[in-house]
């Protein structure tokens, strides 16, 4: 098996808070449309993104940055029909197999995508053979092995990242890698006491939270985002990197 797939539960839970405030999207949001503006500055974006789930990082993105063309694939087809009925550009896809896409992008973001694919560095080869020459690719997924947990398997993760991990797999699939920095590390602590301590696993993966504990949590990950995220730990990677020409 080549994926694992998620629930329907699962992609219900994403599509009711992914085009939301919720912190946890609204701070990896924040990491994602600072690190494409950096990167890209004025250039026409032309975006994938791949694994997109119900949409919601589209929808943000092309509110934020206005992309010149956009289009999603995911290989959840529960999901991809979700986006679509947001009137977003989304289809099924086989990242086994060549990625079937309307247009180059140069930009791409795949966040949350790469722990669910048992071969991932075969995914990351499809998306060079597609994408234009020197594309910007957006990385993010769960970080610090050290707290996988039942919680990882239900929600379909074959692993949980390094650093040294992740820069193997992106060199591995053809891109070279510009930065790479933790997240969450806030969450940290709360992480290792919930799986190492009580071993309770959530029956939701974004519980609800209050709105103050949210503009909190949103405002400690837009901190830590602005401080350059300093500290060696936190519960996601994110990474940017460039197609090799």
């Known amino acids: ?21 919720y912190w946890w999207y609204a701070v990896r949001q924040g990491h994602v449309v600072s ?6 500055g004025s250039a026409p974006l032309d975006h994938l993104d791949l694994g997109c789930g119900a949409g919601g990082v589209m929808a943000a993105l092309g509110k934020n940055l206005s992309p010149r063309r956009q289009h999603g694939l ?32 140069n930009v791409v973001t795949c966040l949350d995508v790469l722990e669910h694919l048992e071969d991932p560095v075969l995914a990351l ?10 594309s910007l690719l957006v990385v993010t ?21 390094t650093r040294t991990t992740l820069a193997e797999h992106l060199a591995a699939g053809g891109f070279d890698l510009l930065r790479m920095r933790h997240a969450f590390s806030y969450c940290v ?11 309770v696993v959530q029956e939701v993966e974004f519980p609800e939270v ?5 503009r909190l949590l949103t405002w400690a990950g837009t901190a830590e985002r602005l401080a350059g995220s300093p500290l060696p730990m936190g519960t996601s990677l994110v990474a940017e990197a ?3 020409s």
């Open 189 to 199: 602590p709360p992480a290792w006491w919930q799986r190492r301590v009580t071993k």
């Open 1 to 21: 098996m080549n994926r694992r797939e998620i629930s329907s539960e699962h992609v219900a839970g994403l599509s009711s808070v992914d085009d939301s405030d």
């Open 141 to 161: 997924v769960p970080a610090m092995p050290s707290l996988h947990s039942n919680w990882d398997d239900l929600c379909g993760h074959f692993r949980r990242y």
């Open 35 to 40: 690190a494409i503006r950096r990167r890209m």
């Open 125 to 134: 080869h499809h998306l060079g053979e597609s994408a234009a020459p020197g």
């Open 242 to 244: 460039r197609l090799k």
């Open 74 to 105: 995911d290989g959840t087809e529960e999901a991809v029909e979700i986006a679509r009925s947001r009137g977003l550009n989304a289809e099924f896809a086989d990242f086994r197999q060549p990625l079937p896409l309307p247009f180059q992008p």
């Open 210 to 214: 209050s709105p103050l504990l949210n």
